[in-house]
């Protein structure tokens, strides 16, 4: 693959040839040996997106899970919310995403927690999804479109992969008022990297796309609630972390993360829709 081939900067920014073994020696430095592993224990490091394990809950409250549905997670990086679905309902989970490396983590992971039955990891790109079409009841997606430029093509794939009636729910960073951001991000290391919608623009593109809206909510104050919560207990990077997905550079991702926030220039929501067409 060449340096410029679609999507190679996303790949080179969640690029990870080690992080298996910083988790596995992060675990057993906590004293971790259970087999299986109880896949929250993994909470700390592997739900990368803000408020971590709480956003997940809350996004789980949105999306419902009927008992053996097909549940796709767009974008799925370690895999964190999609075995903690698996664990706590009776469904099945295929995570997407575009980092092979992730993609191994993910399924080493998720083997040792026992899950690997119901849960599968697929290396590929949302805007070109190597599923057929109503291959799913729930579309699920954390924290990814803002690395996705062609929106209108990414809403097209989750219509294409989702059964008519299906639903799709979504915890996503949106541009807000004000505009221009302080890099690197969580997401991003510079501007070329992040895509950022107004939500109404999200939501028009979604109806285009013959998705009817079912709930919205706007999960800006509790986000800076949790960033200061974080940023007051000035934790070491050591052990089971959000350093570990985001790099040495962790700190400074957060502080931009939420000054983006404070200031306006970002925020952060929720949405459930449904499939109608
Ligand atoms: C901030 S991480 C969120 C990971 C996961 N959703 C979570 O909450 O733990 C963003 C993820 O989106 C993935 N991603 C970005 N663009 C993508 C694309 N076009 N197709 C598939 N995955 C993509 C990245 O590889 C990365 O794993």
Redesign the pocket.
């Known amino acids: 693959m060449t340096d410029d081939a679609p999507?190679a900067a996303?790949?080179r920014?969640?690029a990870a040839p080690h992080l298996l073994d910083a988790i596995l020696a992060a675990l057993g430095e906590a004293g971790i040996d259970e087999t299986p592993l109880d896949p929250d224990r993994l909470a700390p490091a592997?739900?990368?997106?803000s408020r971590g394990l709480a956003?997940?809950e809350a996004l789980a409250s949105l999306a419902g899970f009927a008992p053996g549905a097909a549940v796709l997670?767009?974008?799925?990086?370690?895999?964190?919310?999609a075995r903690w679905i698996a664990k706590r309902h009776p469904v099945s989970v295929t995570?997407?995403?575009?980092?092979l490396d992730?993609c191994r983590v993910a399924a080493r992971l998720t083997a040792r927690c026992g899950l690997e039955d119901r849960v599968r990891f697929v290396e590929?790109?949302?805007?070109a999804?190597p599923f057929a079409d109503a291959s799913f009841d729930l579309v699920w997606?954390?924290?990814?479109?803002?690395?996705?430029a062609n929106r209108p093509q990414?809403y097209a794939e989750v219509a294409r992969v989702l059964k008519p009636g299906g639903r799709f729910v979504l915890?996503d960073i949106f541009a807000g008022p004000v505009a221009g951001l302080h890099f690197p991000v969580?997401?991003a290391t510079a501007p070329a990297m992040s895509h950022l919608l107004r939500p109404n623009r999200m939501k028009t593109l979604l109806g285009a796309k013959g998705f009817e809206a079912a709930a919205w909510l706007d999960m800006t104050a509790p986000t800076l609630g949790w960033l200061d919560g974080l940023a007051g207990r000035r934790t070491a990077p050591v052990g089971l972390g959000p350093w570990l997905?985001m790099g040495a550079d962790y700190r400074t991702k957060l502080a931009n993360l939420r000054r983006n926030l404070a200031e306006g220039r970002i925020e952060i929501h929720m949405g459930a829709f449904r499939r109608t067409a």
């Open positions: 999507g996303i790949r920014h969640y592997d739900q990368f997106h956003a997940t997670d767009l974008g799925a990086g370690i895999g964190g919310p995570g997407l995403d575009l980092s992730y590929g790109d949302a805007l999804m997606t954390q924290h990814v479109a803002g690395n996705i990414l915890h969580p997401w997905v």
